[in-house]
């Protein structure tokens, strides 16, 4: 990488969304919704960002003087760059985004349905070390139900980036909005930060909880009810 590459790196890195902090103003609450990418993300393809990734992470193991020629190291970078764009930041790219199919709500089911104890492995966007947890998700249908598996999945697909955990929360309960054409929706997220417990404060018995109360979700009756149903 040159030097005129890396100024310019630097100057994108002082951007939100191709904007710089003045453009954004006041504007906190869409940019904090959207997980911020540049305009081009999708410029490379898969392949190339793999090649990429894995001639940089070579130089930052080579930087912090790890000798690559050992036969315990020599595949790392080709295996982060495959882990990174295969697997835990795979929700970065829409193309992976789970094809949901609604259903007829034929039982006339009119209650909360609670898919509860939801485990994911996220990743900390300012640390870049592991978010782990469980989330509670819960909706009350307006005349169509979602198969269960893809409420998992769906919870999996936006974990899969780089995050922070009140944007994990948001991202989740919008989608299942938007998909089940409903604002009864409800999302809690209980998880441990690596970032905290693993390192800085080292914190190993905090954990932090986070939550999203949509329509008619968002009365003191139906947050204890759905708290009733997930406590374990
Ligand atoms: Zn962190």
Do not use: W
Not at 17 to 28: A, L, R, S
Not at 47 to 68: C, N, P, S, Y
Not at 82 to 88: A, H, R, V
Not at 152 to 169: D, G, H, M, S
Request: with cysteine; glycine share 6%.
């Amino acid at each position: 990488m040159n030097a005129d590459t890396l100024t310019l790196n630097k100057k994108n890195g002082h951007k939100l969304n191709g904007f710089t902090h003045e453009d954004i103003g006041d504007d906190h609450l869409y940019t904090g919704l959207e997980t911020p990418m540049k305009l081009d993300a999708f410029k490379l393809s898969d392949t190339e960002k793999k090649q990429r990734i894995a001639l940089l992470f070579e130089e930052i193991m080579d930087v912090m003087g790890l000798d690559l020629t050992d036969d315990s190291l020599k595949g790392t970078p080709e295996r982060v760059a495959k882990m990174y764009i295969d697997e835990i930041f795979s929700g970065l790219n829409p193309a992976n985004k789970p094809k949901i199919a609604l259903f007829d709500n034929k039982y006339q089911y009119n209650q909360m349905l609670v898919e509860k104890n939801i485990s994911f492995y996220s990743n900390c966007e300012h640390h870049f070390v592991p978010i782990i947890g469980k989330a509670h998700v819960a909706y009350i249908s307006s005349g169509k139900v979602i198969g269960l598996s893809k409420l998992n999945r769906i919870v999996q697909y936006y974990a899969k980036r780089p995050q922070v955990q009140e944007r994990l929360t948001n991202q989740i309960a919008e989608d299942l909005k938007r998909i089940l054409g409903t604002d009864d929706v409800a999302v809690i997220i209980d998880a441990k930060h690596l970032c905290v417990s693993s390192r800085g404060i080292k914190d190993e018995t905090s954990a932090t909880v986070t939550s999203y109360y949509g329509g008619k979700f968002n009365t003191p009756s139906k947050i204890a009810e759905l708290q009733n149903y997930i406590k374990d």
